[in-house]
């Protein structure tokens, strides 16, 4: 009876190593995703005439799709990034790949609020953007395997939902970090001003964001799962070989999970703002605000989806997100074509719940599925691919929808059919809460 009642005392309670660990994975993630945002954001917004000029001057639609789809291109380097964390972080820890990934990212990042523009350098200015690109993607596709790997593996079994979804929360915490940093840029200055020089001031925030993430990030342990595979290693020196013989299926699956929730979440993080302001004629302060303070909503049915699925189970957790985003992809699109702000915001809003419980538990499923020696590599893979399809291009297919019909509710029905793919794919997973993460 005494034992129960410390175990049920110790699941709800945080020793000081798992706060640390809990603030590491959402400092970090919050950074590199304010970094990727940033880049998401401007790129509907400036980077068309600054990067692709000519372009922008004869077709400005072609230009604008030209520009979501550098969005894109880092994604298909994130495989690529995956692999090598993956590789590294089963062998020498997911620590010091949390560190490295995040320096990674803030360099490419920073380095992009220095690039020189197509008016000054030509076609290099559009290369160089593209090559720093493809540095950010590369980054981000080992980042969020160890930042999950952290959290869930210090979690007590009970609390592994919870404690998975800070690292989750990172996303729309980044988000809101860049949306409201070029909320307040575009409030204070002109928009001469703005596409003159202020668009490079949120990538060079960057450098202090990072020193801050990577101070707290070598203040945590490494995971308490990793040094125990440590201690008892007989398996193979390359885990990919093992990965892909026995638990193919669990890549595939975690992929199509993902698709849904990515490319609904990018088109909040880089379209809706683009379409309000460019196709509606709203005022882009005041869309950047609203969006802004949708994200919130993100960041709440997040965290509510992984402590949720702790006690409603993963895959439950998932179905019942995918079934309220499928719902409203397409009703939203009424709301946000009144050109009304408040309608706008609570558009985006509703949106962000099927969202939050579509993600809060992702960390936790994908830890589970996994043994611990091919964990980092498995879950870092199968998310870069489901970020391939999901969220890659999804701008870029939204603002084609939109040219090619007129009508802004295909992109609702666009969005319908990806959850209902990731509805389908985690309908198909056992769940897995509370196995061994040990094993």
């Known amino acids: 009876?005494?034992?129960?009642?410390?175990?049920?005392?110790?699941?709800?309670?945080?020793?000081?190593?798992?706060?640390?660990?809990?603030?590491?994975?959402?400092?970090?993630?919050?950074?590199?995703?304010?970094?990727?945002?940033?880049?998401?954001?401007?790129?509907?917004?400036?980077?068309?005439?600054?990067?692709?000029?000519?372009?922008?001057?004869?077709?400005?639609?072609?230009?604008?799709?030209?520009?979501?789809?550098?969005?894109?291109?880092?994604?298909?380097?994130?495989?690529?990034?995956?692999?090598?964390?993956?590789?590294?972080g089963d062998?020498?820890?997911?620590?010091?790949?949390?560190?490295?990934?995040?320096?990674?990212?803030?360099?490419?990042?920073?380095?992009?609020?220095?690039?020189?523009?197509?008016?000054?350098?030509?076609?290099?200015?559009?290369?160089?953007?593209?090559?720093?690109?493809?540095?950010?993607?590369?980054?981000?596709?080992?980042?969020?395997?160890?930042a999950a790997l952290m959290s869930v593996e210090h979690a007590p079994i009970g609390r592994r939902g919870f404690f998975g979804a800070f690292p989750q929360i990172g996303v729309p915490i980044g988000m809101i970090l860049a949306t409201a940093t070029l909320w307040i840029l575009t409030s204070t200055m002109s928009p001469e001003a703005f596409l003159a020089w202020g668009w490079r001031v949120p990538f060079l925030l960057s450098i202090v964001l990072i020193v801050v993430g990577y101070i707290i990030r070598r203040a945590v342990e490494e995971s308490p799962v990793f040094e125990d595979l440590l201690r008892r290693r007989k398996e193979s020196s390359a885990p990919l070989k093992p990965l892909f013989r026995k638990n193919w299926r669990e890549v595939v699956l975690t992929a199509l999970v993902f698709i849904g929730n990515n490319a609904a979440g990018y088109l909040l993080i880089a379209f809706f703002a683009t379409y309000a302001v460019t196709a509606l004629g709203m005022d882009r302060p005041t869309v950047l605000l609203a969006t802004t303070l949708?994200?919130?909503?993100?960041?709440?049915?997040?965290?509510?989806?992984?402590?949720?699925?702790?006690?409603?189970?993963?895959?439950?957790?998932?179905?019942?997100?995918?079934?309220?985003?499928?719902?409203?992809?397409?009703?939203?699109?009424?709301?946000?074509?009144?050109a009304n702000i408040l309608w706008y915001f609570v558009a985006l809003f509703v949106m962000t719940i099927g969202l939050g419980l579509s993600y809060g538990p992702q960390a936790a499923l994908y830890a589970e599925l996994f043994p611990a020696n091919v964990r980092y590599s498995g879950v870092s893979i199968g998310y870069a691919l489901g970020a391939i399809l999901g969220g890659a291009f999804a701008p870029m297919i939204a603002e084609a929808l939109m040219r090619g019909t007129g009508m802004s509710w295909t992109i609702g029905v666009y969005i319908a059919v990806a959850a209902l793919v990731s509805l389908g794919a985690v309908s198909l997973i056992k769940d897995p809460k509370g196995v061994d993460l040990h094993a």
């Open 91 to 146: 062998r020498l820890g997911r620590k010091r790949m949390l560190v490295l990934t995040l320096i990674l990212m803030g360099a490419s990042t920073s380095l992009i609020g220095v690039l020189p523009t197509f008016e000054t350098v030509g076609v290099l200015a559009p290369v160089l953007l593209i090559l720093l690109r493809i540095l950010q993607g590369f980054s981000a596709g080992g980042e969020w395997g160890g």
């Open 1 to 88: 009876m005494a034992s129960s009642t410390q175990e049920r005392t110790r699941a709800a309670t945080m020793s000081r190593e798992e706060r640390k660990v809990l603030a590491g994975t959402l400092v970090g993630t919050s950074i590199e995703w304010y970094d990727f945002f940033i880049y998401a954001q401007a790129a509907g917004l400036v980077l068309a005439p600054l990067f692709l000029a000519p372009l922008a001057q004869s077709n400005p639609g072609l230009a604008q799709v030209l520009s979501f789809a550098t969005i894109g291109i880092s994604f298909l380097f994130r495989p690529l990034g995956a692999v090598v964390a993956g590789w590294l």
């Open 294 to 338: 949708a994200s919130f909503g993100w960041l709440a049915f997040t965290l509510y989806g992984g402590r949720l699925s702790d006690r409603l189970g993963r895959v439950r957790t998932f179905q019942l997100g995918y079934v309220l985003l499928a719902l409203w992809a397409v009703p939203m699109w009424f709301l946000i074509d009144t």
